[in-house]
């Protein structure tokens, strides 16, 4: 039922005057951060000159962010990967394996969010040094995957509820093994939620720092790259690169609400 | 009828659970092409019974076996079952017809001859051409269906429905309950049934199985289950019931005399003498009018009716205790009259403490 239209008073006025403070405060670093990447001038700083895209076209032709970007896709589309699919196994198994220790298991998986991504930096490059483990992407990848897996998990663990452990029961009722109930029926069922938490987890890869920072030596990902550029002094360059960076996070994250929508749109209906 | 094979030999069958007793050592068979419905209220027991059956419950002690074959430690995929989920179970991600054909890829059928049948089970519940749909575009009258469709295509020796038409509103179900029947008697299968519905359970039932507390109360075609319960708690669960507690003093010219809050009552069920019982009366067994084979009851006082359609609902009272009659819907009850009880000897039934 929709409420009754209300003339607005003053409470209201006040109301949408505090929002939009609010949402300029939000918005405001970003959007001087985009505004500024179109500068035609030396300097991203008022007054505003342009627009121009000479900055992008640079961005574009600099090799050294170049590399550093397809780095960053390397890592964050292989490290979500896994990620992913650890998530997805510990989550099924916890889900429908009554088990005496599942809680504590859970409580551990879960950890890491509440840690610093410092303190597991730096606790991975102790144990990276003890193994041997070169500062590499590989290390990098290895490091996201530890910070995004419980988040995975979480993400998976919230869609195996009893109703999927019915239709599971209906699948092995009608001689399904193991294998072709998870392969044919929970994967499938759940593919928008594991999409969902591949692409959570790849912006919080694509936009990680410390870790990389930390793990890394010849070889970077994209906000090490830009960080160095950084120490170097302002430039509407560095703006280019931040849009595009930011370009590409808003469309993920707009992929996942897609994506999850459409899933809670299946399982209301389903 | 015929001596029918027997299809399900359950026996002293059994479920512990660390601090409960769902189902206490019971035996049922069924035979084959018999529709049998475990009726009770939740916590009976019926659907650990069925969960047995299925497979899914492992039972703490007893045998279950199927046409002869001892199945009790197979999983579900290796019984001759399949079963209803009362949510329907369907796999939200394949179209309808891949939902009916699962259980015969699974047997490794090959796709043209499994479309095939799929599409032939479809017709059979009424949802021809419906095949290429996604299950989220259906009713859930329409998923029920489908997911009947699934079970029956694997040609299972005993179907197990779980509650299935709890979720439908009400003219849906009695119409899915008639094409139940229907179906069952075309396939000539055997159906097992769980409900909490007596009403349900009485119109499509061969045989209705009463629980409570983890064990059978009673069993029995549901007109003699109904007419004649064998214990109190069925007497109370199967429709509207005058219970009176009483005590057996003897016989009397082939009958039994019964002492009763409502004055001496004589059946024609057999009582051993001085035992304490409920005598029950069915609200629609009461007469108004002396007539031979009767004895009265008392004058009852009418405190509250409703209208039903076909008769009124009359709550009286009869020497301060409550009873229910039906009143013939031409006859309009007045709160505050006074309406004659009458009873027919052979109407009354004795239940055992």
């Known amino acids: ?270 | 009828m015929a001596e029918q094979k027997q299809r399900v030999s359950l026996r002293r069958i059994s479920k512990c659970y660390d601090d409960s007793i769902a189902l206490t050592e019971t035996d049922l068979d069924i035979a084959a092409g018999e529709y049998v419905v475990l009726l009770g209220p939740s916590g009976s027991g019926k659907t650990t019974l069925l969960s047995i059956l299925g497979g899914f419950v492992a039972p703490t002690t007893g045998k279950v076996a199927i046409d002869g074959g001892d199945v009790t430690d197979l999983p579900p995929a290796k019984r001759p079952t399949a079963t209803v989920f009362q949510d329907y179970a369907l796999f939200p991600h394949m179209s309808v017809a891949a939902n009916v054909a699962f259980g015969l890829a699974m047997r490794r059928m090959g796709k043209v001859e499994r479309l095939r049948k799929a599409e032939a089970m479809l017709d059979l519940v009424g949802l021809k051409g419906f095949g290429g749909r996604g299950v989220h575009q259906l009713s859930g009258g329409q998923r029920q269906r489908v997911a009947l469709a699934r079970a029956i295509a694997v040609d299972p020796a005993v179907l197990l429905l779980d509650e299935p038409l709890g979720a439908l509103d009400l003219a849906l179900r009695r119409q899915m309950q008639e094409e139940l029947v229907r179906l069952q008697r075309r396939l000539h299968a055997t159906f097992v049934h769980v409900t909490h519905d007596q009403e349900e359970a009485m119109s499509i039932a061969d045989r209705v199985v009463v629980m409570n507390h983890g064990r059978i109360e009673d069993m029995g075609p549901p007109a003699r289950v109904y007419l004649k319960p064998a214990s109190l708690f069925a007497a109370r669960f199967m429709g509207e019931n005058n219970l009176f507690e009483g005590k057996a003093i003897g016989r009397v010219n082939g009958q039994t005399a019964i002492d009763t809050a409502v004055g001496r009552l004589l059946a024609d069920q057999n009582a051993a003498s001085g035992e304490a019982l409920h005598v029950g009366i069915r609200p629609e067994q009461l007469r108004f009018a002396p007539e031979l084979g009767a004895q009265s009851l008392g004058e009852a006082r009418i405190e509250e009716f409703s209208f039903q359609g076909t008769h009124f609902r009359v709550r009286c009272r009869l020497k301060d205790h409550e009873i229910l009659a039906r009143v013939p819907a031409e006859t309009p009850p007045h709160v505050g009259e006074t309406l004659p009880l009458f009873v027919r000897f052979e109407d009354l039934v004795l239940l055992q403490q």
């Not at chain 1, 504590?104 to 040094?129: C, D, E, H, K, R």
């Not at chain 1, 699948?171 to 759940?190: F, S």
């Not at chain 1, 302002?234 to 849009?243: F, R």
């Open chain 1, 1 to 270: 039922m929709k409420a009754a239209p209300r003339r607005l008073d003053w409470g209201d006025g006040a109301a949408l005057l505090y929002m939009a403070l609010a949402l300029l405060f939000i918005f405001l670093p970003v959007g001087s951060l985009i505004l500024f990447a179109f500068q035609d001038g030396m300097a991203p700083v008022p007054p505003f000159k342009g627009p121009t895209l000479a900055w992008f076209d640079k961005v574009l032709h600099n090799r050294r962010l170049i590399e550093a970007l397809w780095n960053s896709v390397l890592v964050g589309g292989l490290s979500s990967l896994v990620a992913t699919f650890l998530g997805f196994l510990a989550a099924f198994s916890l889900a429908r394996r009554s088990w005496r220790f599942a809680e504590g298991a859970q409580l551990f998986l879960m950890a890491p969010i509440t840690v610093s991504y410092l303190i597991i930096g730096m606790g991975l490059q102790i144990a990276f040094n003890l193994l041997g483990v070169d500062r590499s992407l590989l290390a990098v990848g290895i490091g996201h995957v530890v910070i995004n897996l419980p988040l995975c998990f979480a993400i998976i663990y919230s869609q195996l509820g009893e109703h999927q452990a019915n239709i599971e029961r209906a699948a092995r009722d009608l001689g399904a093994k193991e294998w072709q109930v998870v392969g044919l029926i929970t994967a499938p069922m759940l593919w928008p939620t594991l999409l969902a938490a591949y692409f959570i987890a790849f912006t919080l890869s694509w936009d990680e720092f410390v870790i990389a920072f930390l793990l890394s030596r010849f070889d970077v990902t994209l906000p090490v790259v830009i960080w160095g550029l950084l120490r170097s002094g302002l430039s509407p360059e560095l703006n280019a690169a931040g849009t595009l960076v930011f370009a590409i996070s808003i469309a993920i994250v707009a992929a996942v609400e897609f994506l999850l929508w459409r899933g809670r749109k299946a399982a209301v209906h389903g």
